[in-house]
């Protein structure tokens, strides 16, 4: 992969704890890390549940890969990381309502938990810049 090397941070209290971007773009290949329901506070939104915190999670990747000039439409591929895979259609709601007609390729699978227990979903976004 070669081309320009740009990063969005959030300012989250992880990245620099953990020495990481919310996204980064390398040419027109884009990577969004790991994204859970924190608020601008630090604090999770909406603490279990998976349809709100879902959505939240996507509106903050959209918002990461706006700064790096894509958007949803680029996204080719999430995984998506459940507390609980039973909760599955409440997260499906979500991404269907956000990605309809992109269709991105996506995974789901169960973890035996997240960061913090307030998230019970974390979500990661690749996307491809391009015609």
């Given at each position: ?48 549940d998976v349809?709100?915190?879902t ?9 990461a890969?706006?700064?790096?000039g ?16 039973g ?20 995974t ?7 960061v ?5 979903v974390?979500i ?8």
């Amino acid at each position: 992969m070669s081309g320009e090397r740009r990063s969005v941070y959030s300012g989250t209290a992880w990245e620099p704890a953990v020495a990481y971007c919310r996204a980064k773009r390398v040419g027109d290949v884009i990577a969004v890390s790991g994204t859970v329901a924190a608020g601008e506070d630090g604090r999770a939104v909406a603490p279990g549940d998976v349809y709100a915190q879902t959505l939240f999670a996507l509106r903050k990747i959209e918002r990461a890969l706006t700064e790096l000039g894509a958007g949803l439409r680029h996204v080719v591929r999430t995984r998506t990381f459940l507390t609980d895979l039973g909760r599955f259609d409440e997260f499906a709601r979500a991404h269907r309502e956000v990605f309809a007609g992109i269709d991105p390729a996506a995974t789901a699978v169960e973890v035996s938990r997240l960061v913090s227990p307030e998230y019970v979903v974390e979500i990661e976004a690749d996307a491809i810049v391009g015609d």
